[in-house]
């Protein structure tokens, strides 16, 4: 006796469509991605999502992960050799409140951001608005690209502003000697 084709739908590796019709077994590869792709636009129809939902939601991924990556090299420099912050509050913030602070300013200003931006989303200044977003952080994680290949042939520069770092916007977290 045959099984109904309705007890397969439990498998984990079979993906079943908002209409009920049993899918082909996700891949464990590159094309899960590409699964997870369809999966994604599927709840967003399932949810009502308009394109412009879908959108911004990609939009606001990309500004979330580009500010976590920045705020990873960020720490990564303030809390070994130092380095300028050309950004008054977050340098102060470097100074006199340490790691955690740092952490959460900047979760709670992209946070603050993201939400005005998806809050608005239905205008077209709103997208126009989260492209100079993404293409701000684009350019600061091209720029963290370059100061990493730079700051190695650098390292007798940056141990000089590291000594005479009285009187400059050099910070440095973690050692009590910071400005």
Request: positive net charge; hydrophobic residues 45%.
């Amino acid at each position: 006796m045959e099984r109904a084709p309705d007890s397969l739908s439990a498998s984990p590796d079979v993906f079943q469509t908002p209409s009920g019709a049993r899918g082909e077994p996700a891949d464990r590869g590159w094309a899960s991605l590409f699964g997870g792709w369809k999966r994604f636009r599927d709840w967003c129809h399932a949810h009502r999502w308009t394109r412009r939902d879908m959108r911004f939601f990609c939009y606001a991924l990309a500004i979330v992960l580009m500010s976590v990556a920045d705020l990873k090299m960020t720490l990564v420099y303030v809390t070994s050799v130092g380095m300028t912050e050309a950004n008054p509050i977050a340098r102060f913030l470097m100074v006199y409140g340490g790691v955690c602070s740092i952490v959460a300013w900047k979760a709670a200003t992209v946070a603050c951001g993201v939400f005005i931006l998806w809050r608005i989303r239905r205008y077209p200044a709103a997208e126009v608005g989260a492209w100079i977003c993404c293409a701000i952080l684009g350019a600061l994680c091209v720029h963290w690209f370059r100061y990493n290949d730079q700051v190695t042939t650098l390292a007798t520069e940056v141990m000089h502003l590291h000594e005479l770092r009285n009187g400059t916007d050099w910070v440095v977290v973690g050692d009590g000697k910071s400005e």
